[in-house]
T-cell receptor, first 114, second 108 residues
């Protein structure tokens, strides 16, 4: 498996609190992605990064921000968590961008917002 | 935005029966990829199709890319219990656009 670790793997928090999920890779891949997975919706792209300090929005970016200060780390922040953000979050990396190259996924972070 | 639809959402089959999932895009895709996610796991890459009309096989799995590069299918021959999971297609334009997935249950 590709060297991707997500933390925390599980988190329960309350509405209105900030939450940060971390994705760490050891593959030196340029492209990193954050997806959320919900029943009936498949995997939806939140934000992605194509290099250090280079990020862009995905299809469901409202309420989320990201940062990438180092190649190996991609952080996803929920500024003020809401119950609708209860989900499983997956980080993915790819050596090729623009939809090329395979995606390698992390193990996922299960977030519950009460 | 680009949409990738996948059907069926769920499929229950007896072990040994065949299984097919279909993926349709509203726009022409550059490539299409297929992923498998075991229950409780993360998606794992299976294959990528690039050419119009392309067909690829992996043992009991057959993948097809439509002539217009707007649809694709995954066919599993003689399913086994190890095939259980959710199968996702991902159309690629400038990014990866995932279908909603097909959850396969194999009844022994």
């Amino acid at each position: 498996d590709a060297g991707i670790t997500q933390s925390p793997r599980h988190k329960v928090t309350e509405t209105g609190t900030p939450v940060t999920l971390r994705c760490h890779q050891t593959e030196n891949h340029r492209y990193m992605y954050w997806y959320r997975q919900d029943p009936g919706h498949g995997l939806r792209l939140i934000h992605y990064s194509y290099g250090v300090k280079d990020t862009d929005k995905g299809e469901v970016s409202d309420g989320y921000s990201v940062s990438r200060s180092k190649t190996e780390d991609f952080l996803l922040t929920l500024e003020s968590a809401t119950s609708s953000q209860t989900s499983v979050y997956f980080c993915a990396i790819s050596g090729g961008g623009g939809g090329t190259g395979e995606l390698f996924f992390g193990e996922g972070s299960r977030l519950t917002v009460l | 935005g680009q949409q990738v639809m996948q059907i069926p959402q769920y499929q229950h089959v007896q072990e040994g029966e065949d299984f097919t999932t279909y993926c349709n895009s509203s726009t022409t895709l550059s490539n299409i990829q297929w992923y498998k996610q075991r229950p409780g796991g993360h998606p794992v890459f299976l294959i990528q199709l690039v050419k119009s009309g392309e067909v690829k096989k992996q043992k009991r799995l057959t993948f097809q890319f439509g002539e217009a590069k707007k649809n694709s299918s995954l066919h599993i021959t003689a399913t086994q219990t190890t095939d259980v999971g959710t199968y996702f297609c991902a159309g690629t334009g400038n990014q990866f656009y995932f279908g909603t997935g097909t959850s396969l249950t194999v009844i022994p």
